[in-house]
């Protein structure tokens, strides 16, 4: 069965600091995996997708990493702000005949404090 | 562009009721998605449209009905709502193509009492 497993849970940290996301899957065959934001009552809005060949992508404070042999990835956030505050999901693609079968993350809830 | 608009934003409903969340979009996207979002669960495909005049389930389809009549909605029914589906249900949708991003609605906030 396709899984995506996400840790923390939840985090909280100081406005300006880092922090580091992580994604673990066994989703299979693999075809792209994304990072999505959502915040508090609202859709998830994309950060990152990438590719089985992308290690490494960038989106402004946004840092995503991918490791497809050992099916890993995380999420760096840089400089964090208040406004950082939401749920990170990660999302993971697998090949299929059609449609958009996603397989979701719980997600980790991320509070940024002053 | 509004992207993707759904209706309503929240909705309270008796067991039994029927009702149909609505979801359209400008961005002239073939794919289409229902998910359903609960506590501690990832965002979980109830059903999906790869066009108009195509549907398909998903996931979770069981108590849910969709019909693509054009390439802008995608309706979501509920035929007769149980507590179980008390959820936020979110529309999506994605050019075609594998790697192509997905866009999501605000989502619809459905309590069924």
């Known amino acids: 069965k396709n899984q995506v497993e996400q840790s923390p849970q939840s985090l909280i940290i100081l406005e300006g600091k880092n922090c580091t996301l992580q994604c673990n899957y066994t989703v299979s065959p693999f075809s792209n995996l994304r990072w999505y934001k959502q915040d508090t009552g609202r859709g998830p809005v994309s950060l990152t997708i990438m590719t089985f060949s992308e290690n490494t992508k960038s989106n402004g404070r946004y840092t995503a990493t991918l490791d497809a042999d050992t099916k890993q990835s995380s999420l760096h956030i840089t400089a964090s702000q208040l406004s950082d505050s939401a749920s990170y999901i990660c999302?993971?693609?697998?090949?299929?005949?059609?449609?958009?079968?996603?397989?979701f993350g719980t997600g980790t809830q991320l509070k940024v404090e002053l | 562009n509004a992207g993707v608009t759904q209706t309503p934003k929240f909705q309270v409903l008796k067991t039994g009721q029927s009702m149909t969340l609505q979801c359209a979009q400008d961005m002239n996207h073939e794919y289409m998605s229902w998910y359903r979002q609960d506590p501690g669960m990832g965002l979980r495909l109830i059903h999906y449209?790869?066009?108009?005049?195509?549907?398909d389930q998903g996931e979770v389809p069981n108590g849910y009905n969709v019909s693509r009549s054009t390439t802008e909605d995608f309706p979501l029914r509920l035929l007769s709502a149980a507590p179980s589906q008390t959820s936020v249900y979110f529309c999506?949708?994605?050019?075609?193509?594998?790697?192509?991003?997905?866009?999501f609605g605000q989502g619809t906030r459905l309590t069924v009492v």
């Open positions: 999506a949708t994605n050019a075609g193509g594998m790697n192509t991003e997905a866009f």
């Open positions: 449209s790869v066009g108009a005049g195509i549907t």
């Open positions: 999302v993971v693609k697998a090949f299929t005949g059609g449609g958009n079968k996603l397989t």
